[in-house]
């Protein structure tokens, strides 16, 4: 039943490891995307797909990758993880670029030690 | 970019009583969103209001777009509706997203 659903829910793991957060949504929408929330629960657009097309990219380090299989999934890898990276990741989606309502998934509490 | 503030910061109730949360915009906008995360982290999504009134329940909202502010109402609060009250916008153009702003906390309180 679930509309946006990600995994994991929760991620501890070391400094310089790889690690991805998958997304998944089975509205039928178009766009997908990827939110931070920082510790003052902040919320920043990180990236923006549309039917499987990067349309927004903000000021992310690089070592920061989306995948998009299909539009109905997003995926984000994150390499040589750092402390300043700890922060819940959500995925959430619309069905048309934003013009109607977005829904977040249930997020992903990274903590980097 | 254009900018979200959210007023007030912090708001504390007690159950039963009613509440108005404002939201300023820098500049127009196509699209306004009021979210609500809840104690458990959840991001729910009350209203899609660029503009005019709506309503659900004890909650309404209502955008006057050409003043470039948004007010959200909760009527007869309940200690359910405690969290963080999100406030975001997007000017519509290509490549661009909903930007938030810094939220409003409320807690009702029994």
């Known amino acids: 039943d679930t509309a946006v659903s990600q995994t994991p829910k929760y991620l501890v793991t070391q400094m310089g490891n790889d690690k991805s957060i998958k997304c998944e949504q089975n509205l039928g929408h178009d766009t997908m995307y990827w939110y931070k929330q920082d510790s003052k629960k902040f919320l920043k657009i990180m990236f923006s797909y549309n039917n499987k097309e990067l349309i927004i990219n903000e000021t992310v380090p690089n070592r920061f990758s989306p995948k998009s299989p299909d539009k109905a999934h997003l995926n984000l890898h994150i390499n040589s993880l750092e402390l300043g990276d700890s922060a819940v990741y959500f995925c959430?989606?619309?069905?048309?670029?934003?013009?109607?309502?977005?829904?977040f998934g249930s997020g992903t509490q990274l903590s980097v030690l | 970019g254009i900018q979200v503030e959210q007023s007030p910061p912090d708001l504390i109730l007690q159950e039963g009583a009613n509440s108005t949360l404002r939201c300023n915009f820098s500049?127009?906008?196509?699209?306004l969103q009021w979210f609500h995360q809840n104690p458990w982290g959840q991001l729910i999504n009350l209203f899609y209001i660029p503009s005019g009134t709506k309503q659900n329940g004890r909650l309404s909202a209502t955008t006057v777009a050409t003043e470039r502010y948004s007010l959200l109402y909760i009527s007869s609060s309940q200690t359910t509706d405690s969290g963080v009250y999100f406030c975001a916008v997007e000017q519509g153009q290509a490549g661009t997203a909903l930007i938030f702003g810094k939220g409003t906390t409320l807690s009702v309180s029994s």
């Open positions: 959430a989606s619309s069905p048309q670029g934003g013009w109607e309502k977005l829904f």
């Open positions: 500049d127009s906008v196509n699209n």
